[in-house]
């Protein structure tokens, strides 16, 4: 009885395994067997993969991929985390450590020439935006990748056209991968328990020809614009960018909103965009 209230005065104080969860690194360690078995059945890992790890934590999913397979590659910003991997009984002789911030990690490091990188990871929310938007960088170079997020992130991530989840994220998002949901977590699935409920998403990148349709930073300026007074409609929200009479040409209904366009016409405006600046 002792052991078990000690165990949940620790939890209630964010400890988990003697460490003592950091607010400045965003950590809430997964607990939950369930969840983490789910997990490691997405990612799928088998020995010769090129796995790498984004934010191991505490190894509660790094452990049992780390079990099947041969080696795993891990970027950990926390020293003593990092530490600790690399002293793991079992399984650290399995990991190839770089202790970095990930936001500001080179890929390109971990790169296989024979094995796209099969990417993982329980993303720290105040970051897993940026992070995405870094890791778009390297597609070519990625067979998949598995995220635990914020729940309204996967959603926005997952929305379509017409619905109030729809904005820039999903537009950005749906134009380099194919985004499909794979469990939900609840707040007692960690320690500490965030305060938001959260998701795991899998995302496969799109063929090359697919994702390089346009610039990627005019697409960004176009949905910026758009989204920025969601409820204005296009000819008052794009008109920074294209007149009405452009936007009817292009076929888009200058009276409609941005949540109401499918991906690929704000594909068809941006390319317009890009048209018209190399005239």
Known sequence: MAKQKNQFNNAAKGIHHGHKAKKRFGQNFLTDEGVIESIVKAIAPKVGDNLVEIGPGLGAITEPVAELTDQLKVVELDKDLAERLTTHPFIGKKLVLFQADALQF??????????????????PYNISTPLLFHLYNYLDDIENMHFMLQKEVVNRMCAAPDSKAFGRLSIMTQYYCRTIPVVEVPPTAFVPPPKVDSAVIRLIPKPFEERNQVNPATLNTVCLEAFNQRRKTLRNSLANLLTQE????????????????????FINIAQWLDEQKNK
């Open 246 to 265: 452009q936007l009817v040409a292009l076929d888009i209904d200058p009276a409609l909103r941005a949540e109401n366009l499918s991906l690929q016409q």
């Open 106 to 123: 080179d890929f390109k490091q971990v790169v296989d020439t024979d094995k796209k990188m099969k990417v993982f990871g329980n993303l």
